[in-house]
């Protein structure tokens, strides 16, 4: 009987363990976790051989379990359902959704983007990362009167182990006809005044691709060019946007760079804006169309209009030679936060080069794993850390690459709320982030903004625009 009372007991606790889910590993079976052995884990994370992860450790910069707001509720998280589905386009690496169909206007469309890797999803933005580890990445409730603060506490945090793909709110229209949509133009245009609503319902409606078909075929049909007779028909905010709307996004991207170094002073932040967050592939068509477009070359500029190691980190960024491998490696994420630690924190003044050299090389899901490991070194986030060693231009860069690398869709709404606080509008912050964005993460930009600010990106724009200029950035947004 005692025998047989051990035995039911055994099978008691057995059942009871994988009930409540304590890992076990069948034999062949791969972790999902790095292997035994590659790097030595802090105290507090489990041993090498396996076993169970105990509650987090009260220093390692995680929040507990509870007093947070439900999965899908964190920033950058999209909802399942409910979202327009990508543009049709040629699969390949990098960080852009194009819109169908080969380069348009002699300038490639940047290829499909996805954040930490992999391949399509069936339902977008699902997160691929093991349940039962959830609640040890699960942010603290942001604030919105400060959201300086949501860098230093985790706003942009994601695990390096998550993946989320992207949509943006335009995609290719079904049933396209070029020379139809050239008609439409052509009588919004003739006679006395414009029909503007008819073409805001043209241009919010095609992907960029099917508009240079369309301005293509309005030069084939009327021998006239679309953008000098818009340009003659509309005036400011509004033809602006509809100007960068017709743009290929390559050549707005160069456009824009030129136009933030030519002349007196230098727009810093738009130079940060589109160097730190593009693609290699991107970044190197941007420096190609620049020097054919504009006859100069991109670094001799950069020299000409910034200085120090905001300019070496900005010749760096224009070389596009990030490393795009989407697999971590864990064991140099390890050795990367100790070597940012000594280079700032750990020793008397800053070593600069070192935060350029890791930042402007590593992949960004890398760099994820860095900042993850840098937190248990130097018992602070990296952002705080750069926040304390750097200042200027050159900290704003070095937080633009993190902040991308941890929360893109983050980084692009902090900057549409901050074009659009307070009094006046920078209306051409907000113009080109979403041209720009509209046909790669806006949908997931609009969500962040919400849960970041606790107000909608729509009913921002909303209060602080007006007329077609309103009406068409609302017709973008997807409102």
């Known amino acids: 009987m005692d025998i047989l009372r051990a035995f039911y007991s055994i099978i008691l606790i057995t059942g009871i363990q994988r009930a409540l889910g304590f890992a076990f590993q069948p034999t062949g079976q791969e972790s999902v976790y790095p292997p035994a052995g590659q790097y030595t884990y802090p105290a507090g994370y ?18 507990g379990a509870a007093g947070y707001p439900a999965p899908g509720s964190y920033p950058g998280t999209p909802q399942a359902g409910g979202m327009p589905s990508y543009p049709g386009a040629p699969t390949g690496p990098g960080f852009g959704v194009p819109p169908a169909g080969p380069a348009f206007g002699g300038y490639p469309q940047p290829p499909v983007q996805s954040y930490g890797g992999g391949g399509p999803a069936q339902i977008p933005g699902t997160w691929v990362f093991p349940c039962h580890m959830l609640r040890y990445f699960k942010q603290p409730k942001l604030n919105q009167e400060s959201p300086s603060q949501l860098v230093k506490h985790g706003s942009y945090f994601q695990p390096a182990a998550m993946v989320q793909y992207t949509q943006g709110t335009i995609q290719a229209a079904p049933n396209f006809d070029a020379n139809r949509d ?30 240079q078909k369309i301005k293509a075929a309005f030069k084939t049909m009327y021998g006239k060019d679309l953008i000098k007779d818009l340009k003659s028909e509309l005036s400011g905010n509004v033809e602006e946007l509809i100007l960068a709307l017709f743009m290929p996004s390559i050549y707005y991207d160069a ?22 967050t593009r693609t290699n592939q991107e970044i190197r068509d941007i420096v190609n169309c620049y020097r054919s477009e504009f006859g100069r070359d991109i670094e001799q500029d950069i020299r000409a209009d910034t200085s120090g190691h905001f300019e070496r980190l900005l010749i760096s960024m224009c070389q ?41 090389s590593r992949s960004f899901p890398q760099l994820k794993a860095t900042v993850e490991a840098y937190s248990r070194v130097a018992n602070r986030d990296l952002l705080s850390s750069i926040d304390r060693e750097f200042s200027g231009n050159v900290e704003c860069g070095l937080k633009a690459i993190l902040q991308c ?11 549409l709320y901050y074009s659009m606080k307070g009094a006046g509008t920078d209306d051409s912050t907000l113009i080109r982030i979403i041209v720009t964005r509209s046909e790669i993460d806006l949908v997931q930009i609009k969500q962040v903004f919400t849960q970041m600010y606790q107000k909608t990106l729509a009913s921002m724009i909303s209060s602080d625009t007006s007329g077609d200029y309103r009406r068409l950035l609302l017709a973008i947004v997807g409102q």
């Open 320 to 360: 596009g030679n990030r490393d795009e491998n989407q697999n971590v490696d864990y064991q140099k994420a390890q050795e990367d936060a100790q070597r940012l630690y000594q280079a700032g924190e750990g020793r008397l003044g800053t070593d600069e080069s070192c935060f350029n050299m890791v930042l402007a």
């Open 405 to 415: 690398a941890l929360n893109r869709p983050a980084f692009f709404a902090e900057r």
């Open 255 to 276: 456009w824009s760079l030129r136009h933030a170094m030519k002349g007196v002073g230098t727009q810093e932040r738009v130079l940060i804006e589109i160097l730190c």
């Open 182 to 211: 050239a008609e439409i133009l052509r009588k919004a245009m003739k006679g006395f005044g414009t029909d503007e609503q008819a073409i805001i319902n043209v241009v919010a409606n095609r992907s960029n691709d099917q508009r």
């Open 46 to 63: 489990p041993p090498a051989g396996g076993g169970t992860y105990p509650a987090a450790p009260p220093n390692a910069g995680y929040p």
